[in-house]
């Protein structure tokens, strides 16, 4: 469903009025943060990986050495205690185990301990054909020998050429805010290679 931006602004209105108003119970809400509040025996302080900000840390684990809890470092100068929707979630980078957590399973217990079966990161790649409304596992090769492919038959058939140069305009780019500057440049350098000049970076909120 498509939604412009006067939509989502009365949306949003009615939803902060009805929570000030007490038309939204947040109650229940409330009550389970209490009940499940997060256990951690141990405190460090870390930097969040996600983007080149550096925004400070302070990391919980519990008896196992797993992250309970992650929260913005008030003594950092760079955020000052603040973090954005991804180094809230910076904890869930741990959780490799190869395998999508099955539904109706809660990712934390009730005492606050995670359980090894309970990862929602996914290590292999997934494809969802043309129509299809299920996601199938692939391997790397296959993954990678079919982007090739799909890439140069746009390449072949999209290429333009122009007085500066040549342009691929029907393939976008998206860098990840994972990587460092070096690797950056290197994909960047690629796509400019291929033509590619709709080039983007997720390194924002």
Known sequence: MAITRRDFLKISSATGAGVFLGVFDLKP?????????????????NICPFC????????????????????GDP???????????????????QHIEGFVRPAGI????????????DSQRITKPLKRGPGATNWTIIDWDTAITEIAGLLKTYRDADLIATGAGYRLESVASIGSAKVSNEEDYLFTKLMRSLGIVYHEHCART
């Open 29 to 45: 809400i409330v009550a389970y943060a209490q009940a499940n509040p997060p256990v951690w025996i141990a405190q460090a302080n």
């Open 52 to 71: 080149g900000v550096g925004c400070g840390l302070i990391v919980g684990s519990n008896t196992l050495g797993q992250i309970t809890y992650v929260q």
């Open 75 to 93: 003594d950092n100068p760079i955020n000052q205690g603040s973090l954005c929707p991804k180094g809230h979630d910076a904890g869930e980078l």
């Open 106 to 117: 809660p990712y934390m217990a009730t005492n606050g301990q995670y359980k090894a079966t």
